[in-house]
């Protein structure tokens, strides 16, 4: 069984920043992609962002040039950096990673609320 543990979120003014870390229980090194969704309230679950093994990344045009995903396989984290938040951007972040061999497996989730 994998675990995966979000951290980070919290509240924040429009205009700030946050960055969100995943720790993985198992190693990173194989894990295929990795990846950041969000749902709020009332909506459907969302992509985010993602990265591959390899480094490759794709956002979510609403975050285009303003959040950053990375990760650190040393580490076994994948992190969100979220610059230029909005009101918009509220709601509860879950970490996602898709293994070679193990399969999929998902955060708890963690909460972010973007508020003045």
């Known amino acids: 069984q994998v675990q995966l543990v979000e951290s980070g979120g919290g509240l924040v003014q429009p205009g700030g920043s946050l960055r969100l870390s995943c720790a993985a229980s198992?190693?990173?090194?194989?894990?295929?992609?990795m990846g950041w969704y969000r749902q709020a309230p009332g909506k459907q679950r969302e992509s985010v962002a993602a990265?591959?093994?390899?480094?490759?990344?794709n956002y979510a045009d609403s975050v285009k040039g303003r959040f950053t995903i990375s990760r650190d396989n040393a580490k076994d984290t994948m992190y969100l950096q979220m610059n230029s938040l909005k009101p918009e951007d509220t709601a509860v972040y879950y970490c996602?990673?898709?293994?070679?061999?193990?399969?999929?497996?998902w955060g708890q989730g963690t909460q972010v609320t973007v508020s003045s």
């Open positions: 990265i591959t093994s390899g480094g490759s990344t």
């Open positions: 198992r190693s990173a090194f194989s894990i295929a992609r």
């Open positions: 996602n990673a898709l293994y070679y061999f193990f399969g999929e497996y």
